[in-house]
């Protein structure tokens, strides 16, 4: 039931309220029907108790639940079942009468720091003992109240330090919300069972987090077996709409399944490890065979041929390493977030709700999720900052933007290009019809006050009235990113790693004979599989690791930034944007911290909000404003797209272009790698090595091996 905004104060005695409604129509329900099924009672007593407030009559009582009444009392006809719904119903509006009458209403909120001043404005008024000065001098001695000083300030420094070791107080963040127009037929469908479509339609809904309006009056349209992109600015609300779906707080049909995983991928009707398994055709057929030749043998219907064709079948399997092939599976779902519990679960959900599944992706395991999801037969709601991931899989993009969504049929170039027409059409019809209001004006202007030309005016007037008004297009804010590179430039060599070898164990040896070189001028991106030493290669050239053997060589005057993957686990969550540029560089006035926060964008109370309010892309913004603080001349970025919306993504590649300091960087985000690298190093089997075909050769090179190993 539907209720005005305000504050509502329920009388003590109202908690009893419930479980006298309750009762009152169990009891009939009981005594009309005693020998009701359990889930058959459970399922009237959900509509009554969900809906109850909602029914107008004892004819729409019957509506909802008449049939299945009927269904369970042979013994009872259409009248009598009608009769009980009737009295099914004037109980239910007797019990809202009796609990609307418990409740008050307020006409505004109270409000308690008035109360507070009131009451210590009377309070001054009264002075006590301890406020009345004496009038009689008094004698200390200096040297005691020195001593009782220092106690006083020992005593201080104890309980300080007892209290820093407390655990600090869980930071209460501010929530979401959502609400929608209800329409009673399609809730009394819905609770009928009657409605089998796996459409979503979600119509005339908001959507807020704490005080601020994500979405308003916004319309939502899925389409039962289509894959939709949703894209938009970091911190509109995404990830957040994703989350009132996944929970229903916005209506979906609830015969339709939902799984949301933010950065995993869920099997189908097999279990997910066996979904993955089956994606390798080759050895699914090989032992298919395998097993319906050694059955011809067991039922002594061989012709003679079957020995050697199993042969031939073994040697293949082994070829192509069949027997790793679970393992193969079980890391790639590994990778997508799957538990080793989850691997052996069966899933089959009528809609999908991905959060940037490629996050934390290698480039390997993104191909093969791309060539997944194309196969998924039903409904895939992805929110995805990867332009080329969406390229291949979306069918529609949904673009979440100035509080409301706007979908586009096709994939997200095509998504670029219509919306650039639709802007240049609405710009095109909003500058001719303020043309024409202002040729219109004019003559009315003009003939105002012509008794002659009263008629032609009144119309003209009219005619403005009916024109539809038109709002001059809104046009995103572009974004900008800046890595300042005020430093004198350094003579080679810059950074050098000679013959190093590494392992974190004698037996988990991770690179030998390792050469590699970087200058201010190199733009290197790092590629390989999760777990072939990515990162640790990046903490060796930064020197954070030690060598087994072999040498690192920096120049004297190399300042490196660095960005974390894990950017989350470096900043303070519990205090605002300034406050954390304040304490890791103390000394500086809150305009600089500001200043230095709006070039990445975060600005105005977005700066004065706790981190952990933020988005993750608002968060990634925060981390790379307190590593370019220093001002470095090399930066070492570790996946630094994760959370990045696409407009970032561009103006991040676009900085990283004009930088005069070098850049080595690991990254799966293929629009990034082809915008910016000069180089890429691929890291397999304890070394690295140097693709010159670029991230071209690499892709041909990951499907050769997709193809070999039956994953296409």
């Not at 929608?180 to 809904?205: C, H, L, P, T, W």
């Not at 999801?373 to 673009?399: C, E, G, K, P």
């Not at 006050?449 to 024109?467: G, H």
Request: charged share 25%.
């Amino acid at each position: 039931m539907h209720r005005g905004v305000g504050a509502q104060l329920s009388e003590a005695p109202q908690q009893q309220g419930p479980v006298r409604i309750m009762a009152t129509y169990v009891d009939i329900l009981k005594s009309e029907f005693p020998e009701i099924d359990t889930e058959v009672f459970d399922y009237i007593t959900g509509v009554l108790d969900s809906g109850g407030s909602d029914f107008e009559d004892g004819e729409e009582v019957f509506d909802a639940i008449g049939g299945v009444l009927q269904e369970v009392a042979a013994d009872k006809n259409e009248d009598d079942v009608r009769s009980i719904c009737l009295q099914l119903f004037s109980t239910l509006k007797l019990t809202n009468c009796h609990s609307n009458q418990r409740q008050v209403l307020l006409d505004a909120p109270v409000q308690l720091s008035q109360f507070s001043a009131e009451s210590g404005s009377a309070t001054n008024e009264v002075q006590g003992i301890w406020m009345m000065k004496r009038t009689q001098s008094t004698t200390v001695d200096a040297k005691k109240l020195e001593k009782a000083e220092a106690k006083l300030r020992a005593k201080h420094e104890r309980r300080n330090e007892k209290d820093s070791q407390k655990p600090s107080n869980p930071l209460v963040l501010e929530e979401a919300s959502a609400s929608q127009a209800s329409s009673k037929k399609e809730s009394r469908v819905d609770m009928s069972g009657k409605n089998r479509s796996y459409d979503v339609r979600i119509e005339n809904f908001d959507v807020s987090f704490g005080e601020r309006s994500l979405l308003q009056g916004a319309e939502l349209c899925l389409s039962s077996g289509r894959r939709y992109g949703l894209v938009g600015r970091n911190g509109l609300g995404k990830t957040t709409l994703l989350k009132m779906l996944a929970s229903r707080s916005l209506r979906v049909p609830a015969h339709i399944s939902i799984l949301h995983v933010e950065q995993e991928v869920a099997g189908d009707d097999t279990a997910a490890l066996q979904s993955v398994l089956e994606s390798d055709t080759v050895r699914e057929e090989l032992l298919a065979e395998e097993r319906k030749l050694n059955a011809h043998i067991s039922n002594g219907t061989a012709d003679g041929s079957e020995s050697m064709r199993l042969s031939e079948i073994y040697a293949r399997l082994e070829e192509i390493e069949a027997d790793k092939a679970p393992a193969r599976a079980s890391v790639i779902l590994a990778g997508l977030g799957f538990s080793p519990k989850m691997q052996q679960q069966a899933t089959k959900p009528d809609l999908l709700l991905l959060d940037e599944p490629t996050n934390m992706l290698d480039v390997r395991a993104i191909l093969w999720l791309e060539n997944y999801l194309q196969t998924w037969q039903s409904t895939i709601l992805v929110v995805s900052h990867d332009r080329n991931f969406l390229n291949a899989i979306a069918t529609d993009i949904i673009h979440l933007h100035s509080q409301r969504l706007d979908s586009y049929r096709g994939d997200y170039e095509n998504f670029i290009k219509t919306k650039e027409d639709r802007l240049k059409n609405q710009q095109r019809e909003y500058e001719a019809q303020l043309q024409y209001r202002e040729h219109i004006q004019v003559f009315i202007d003009r003939f105002r006050y012509n008794a002659n030309r009263a008629a032609q005016v009144q119309s003209k007037l009219k005619l403005l009235e009916k024109l539809p008004e038109l709002k001059p297009i809104e046009k995103e804010s572009e974004v900008v990113i800046g890595f300042p590179d005020n430093f004198e430039k350094l003579s080679p060599p810059i950074l050098q790693l000679d013959e190093v070898e590494f392992a974190y164990s004698p037996e988990l040896r991770l690179f030998t004979g390792l050469c590699v070189s970087a200058d201010l001028d190199s733009r290197i991106c790092i590629v390989g599989e999760n777990g072939a030493g990515k990162s640790t290669l990046l903490k060796l050239l930064m020197g954070e690791l030690t060598p087994v053997s072999g040498t690192r060589h920096a120049h004297r005057n190399l300042k490196i930034g660095y960005f974390s993957q894990h950017h989350v686990d470096q900043l303070d969550l519990n205090v605002c944007s300034v406050e954390l540029l304040l304490s890791k560089f103390p000394g500086r006035t809150e305009e600089e911290y500001r200043r230095q926060l709006g070039r990445y964008g975060i600005s105005g109370e977005l700066a004065t909000r706790p981190v952990a309010s933020l988005s993750g892309g608002q968060k990634s913004r925060v981390a790379f404003a307190q590593m370019t603080m220093s001002s470095p001349n090399f930066y070492i970025l570790d996946e630094p797209t994760n959370h990045l919306d696409m407009e970032t993504i561009e103006a991040l590649a676009k900085s990283l272009n004009s930088f005069k300091g070098g850049v080595v960087l690991v990254s799966h985000n293929e629009r990034l790698i082809r915008l910016v690298c000069k180089e890429l190093w691929v890291c397999e089997s304890g070394r690295v090595h140097r693709i010159d075909g670029g991230f071209d050769e690499y892709r041909d090179i990951l499907q050769e091996q997709f193809r070999k190993e039956g994953y296409l």
